[in-house]
């Protein structure tokens, strides 16, 4: 069987409507599929979230899409992307800028931080123009990159103006604005291929961010993640059982150090678990939220040798045994610090 791209090999990708569509009926088949209204869990093990802007409809569903037990999509389990970034700030030189400004406000923000395990800026148009260029295309930005940058800024003010002034109006649909004013930067600044153009406009795009992302959140964990929807849908089944499947279940659920992890590193983003701020993000990270990676975990480049990551890995668990005997810490904090005692000693064992 051919694929479109080999990631596609290991991911299944569903595309629904948008849940704020101006068709009712189709945002409401978009909702059922991802928060059914009975017990049924959702089919999808993890979401991708695209929006333009957090809006009150974006929210909203990302709320209704929260954990619910371990029944529900975790905000570990939610990624959401500002889709249209270079729209951000009518499509200026510095729009991705400007958007990855933003998307760094929201990963910061205590209500959407319990929503979504991240928010990443993407200019979607720009990257799938990146991956396509044409020759013909870099002819075209060749010939607008030698107007005087003035003139061509000008005419960029507008799609009806630089369609009269300069024509191009197929090069509009496949960069916009944006990607017009970028591209013709970029030829200006010295690019003069075709090949080191589209990579440039891929990096620009901020496509290679999200697949990091997708990459470290979701692929890494798939395994853990559609284990847990096989449990979840198997413990809805056993619910009305007698012979003791569903307390089997939900001894596997309760008990795994792995799902445990998910739960903990949810309950920190969501502030349900607080910590003190200086030990949150070594929290995260041993949780896995940079990757699963024991080195990563730990802080360390992905290629460390066994020996410092073992070294790591007992230092760690050193001062996390400590964090969890502070009389200092409440309940709450005391046994997420133990979870993370568990962690580390998971990862000492593995090296």
Not at 149 to 169: I, N
Not at 206 to 211: A, E, F, P, S, V
Not at 299 to 313: M, S
């Amino acid at each position: 069987m051919d694929w479109p791209t080999r990631s596609l090999r290991a991911t299944t990708l569903i595309d629904t409507p948008g849940v704020a569509s101006v068709n009712a009926d189709v945002s409401a088949r978009a909702e059922r599929f991802l928060d059914p209204d009975d017990d049924t869990p959702t089919e999808a093990d993890a979401v991708v979230y695209l929006m333009r802007h957090l809006h009150s409809a974006d929210a909203d569903f990302l709320e209704s899409f929260r954990d619910r037990g371990v029944a529900r999509a975790t905000a570990v389990t939610t990624v959401a992307v500002l889709s249209r970034a270079d729209e951000i700030g009518g499509g200026r030189a510095d729009a991705m800028f400007a958007a990855r400004g933003i998307a760094t406000r929201y990963r910061s923000e205590p209500a959407l931080r319990g929503l979504c395990q991240n928010v990443v800026a993407v200019a979607g148009l720009l990257a799938h123009t990146g991956r396509t260029l044409r020759q013909a295309e870099f002819a075209a930005l060749a010939e607008l990159a030698a107007v005087p940058r003035d003139d061509l800024e000008k005419a960029l003010l507008s799609t009806d103006r630089f369609t009269r002034l300069h024509g191009h109006g197929e090069l509009v649909i496949r960069f916009g604005l944006f990607g017009i004013r970028l591209a013709t930067s970029l030829v200006r600044q010295g690019t003069r291929t075709p090949a080191e153009l589209a990579d440039e406009l891929v990096v620009r795009s901020g496509l290679r961010d999200l697949q990091k992302v997708l990459t470290t959140q979701f692929t890494e964990r798939r395994d853990l993640l559609k284990a847990r929807s096989a449990l979840v849908a198997l413990d809805r089944i056993t619910r009305l059982d007698d012979r003791g499947l569903a307390r089997d279940v939900e001894r596997i659920l309760a008990g795994a150090h792995e799902f445990t992890e998910l739960r903990l590193l949810s309950a920190l983003r969501s502030g349900t678990v607080t910590l003190p701020k200086p030990l949150v993000k070594e929290a995260e990270r041993l949780l896995g939220d940079d990757g699963g990676a024991a080195p990563v975990r730990l802080g360390l480049p992905a290629a460390a040798d066994p020996r410092a990551t073992r070294e790591a890995a007992l230092a760690a668990l050193r001062r996390w045994h400590e964090h969890a005997e502070n009389p200092a810490f409440g309940r709450r904090a005391a046994d997420a610090c133990r979870v993370l005692v568990r962690t580390c000693e998971g990862l000492v064992t593995r090296n």
